[in-house]
């Protein structure tokens, strides 16, 4: 069996994963808010409903802000080798995938709002099939991984 990869994402992943998180757990907050409201107008909603949702939202909010971005970020590791990108990550289900270099055909970095504030990209790794995407890398990392792999992609390309 293959060796797990050793090179992790930014720590700063976890923090933009829970701002994330708290974002759009205030969305359904809002929602649960909305409910109890309605229920005090609304006869046919009962009292217990917004309870309910309301506890649910509570959970929710603690287990995807709280738990689960630590968790995220111990699982995601990632390797670059002169003839292949390996990628793992997964909390209960581990994926481990391998990109031949020879499949890829171009190599992206992406950032939003949330990773702006944390100074991170995504790095996206395009193939004829699908994409795959490195998240939470530091900007200049990023950056420096994008042409280390095209580079590579294209050293590829000129043997064949």
Do not use: C
């Amino acid at each position: 069996m293959r060796t797990e990869p050793t090179e992790r994402i930014a720590v700063e992943a976890v923090n933009a994963w829970r701002l994330s998180a708290h974002l759009i757990s205030a969305i359904a907050a809002i929602v649960t808010i909305g409910v109890f409201v309605a229920s005090h107008f609304l006869d046919f909603i009962p009292g217990w409903v917004g309870w309910t949702l309301a506890g649910f939202t509570i959970i929710e909010w603690v287990i995807t802000a709280y738990v689960v971005p630590k968790l995220r970020w111990r699982r995601w590791r990632y390797q670059i080798y002169e003839q292949e990108i390996y990628i793992q990550h997964g909390i209960i289900i581990v994926t481990r995938t391998v990109i031949p270099m020879i499949r890829v055909q171009h190599v992206d970095t992406k950032q939003g709002p949330i990773l702006k504030r944390y100074g991170l990209s995504n790095l996206e790794i395009s193939t004829a099939a699908t994409t795959h995407e490195i998240p939470a890398l530091s900007e200049e990392q990023a950056a420096d991984l994008r042409d280390q792999i095209s580079e590579l992609a294209r050293v590829e390309q000129d043997d064949v």
